[in-house]
């Protein structure tokens, strides 16, 4: 602390103040942070001439866009893919199952990224496939940690269609999986896109905690036997959770 700049450091005060209020007056902040008034005043002409805040006509102050250009750096640099690839080639050492890396795409997932093992029989799965949110367990993760009133939008709006001989296509049977993955903190599904076919899923959440996609493993049901299952839950969670922390999520 003793070689952070004072100045720096309050003028981080007063943009700090801003994640709570999109506009602030002069005396509203001086109020809030506590900052002498001539302080506050000769800090804001620096925010502003810098870009930081803008200052409007009624002479209230907001965050200025130079903000929205680095969110913006921010976003398409922080490619979750790169993010995730060190934890995925591990889970795919350490289990010897396929792994897969899934996004929400509208009432659908999409694989982001797939790694493949030496397993001589491949899963029929590619980057850019897309499944319905309510099938596989992948899907379904996304699914069950979606906010609250857009997964109860889809699931009222969906019409549930066999896709495979385990896909679920009884709504309260759904609602109940969902529940469970939920409380679980993980999806598991056997046959539900192909058959003889099983996946295991976690979902990955951001530094808002909002679940931003689903990490799993998946090859055929003989490899994910019940014996075998708590240790594979275990590493899947463990690996989506690492990659939670490097987004920021600290729940």
């Known amino acids: 602390m003793q070689n952070k700049n004072k100045t720096v450091m309050r003028s981080m005060d007063l943009l700090n103040l801003f994640i709570a209020h999109p506009q602030l007056t002069v005396n509203d902040m001086v ?17 502003e001439e810098m870009g ?15 903000f929205l250009q680095f969110g913006n750096l921010v976003a398409e640099r922080l490619d979750i893919r ?36 030496d397993h001589p029989v491949r899963l029929f799965t590619k980057i850019g496939r897309k499944a319905p949110l309510y099938a596989g367990a992948s899907s379904r993760i996304i699914l069950a940690f979606m906010p609250e009133k857009e997964r109860e939008a889809y699931l009222q709006a969906i019409k549930l ?4 001989s385990g896909t679920i296509t009884d709504m309260q049977q759904l ?29 990955i959440f951001d530094h808002a905690s909002q679940a931003v996609a689903a990490l799993s493993i998946a090859g055929l049901e003989v490899q994910f036997g019940e014996d075998e299952l708590p240790a594979l839950i275990q590493k899947i969670k463990q690996a989506a959770r690492h990659i939670s922390q490097k987004l920021g999520y600290s729940g």
């Open 31 to 47: 109020k809030l942070s506590q900052i002498p008034k001539t302080s506050v005043h000769r800090m804001i002409g620096s925010l």
């Open 52 to 66: 930081f805040l803008t200052k409007r006509d009624d002479g209230c102050y907001t965050l200025g866009l130079l």
């Open 82 to 117: 790169h993010i995730a690839i060190d934890s995925m080639q591990r889970l795919r050492d350490e289990t010897n199952r396929a792994v897969h890396l899934a996004m929400r795409d509208d009432d659908s997932s999409i694989y982001i990224e797939k790694l493949e093992t």
């Open 161 to 164: 269609q066999p896709l495979c």
């Open 175 to 203: 609602r109940a999986a969902l529940e469970q993955s939920r409380a679980a903190g993980y999806s598991f599904s056997r046959s539900e896109l192909e058959p003889y076919t099983a996946e295991l899923s976690a979902p």
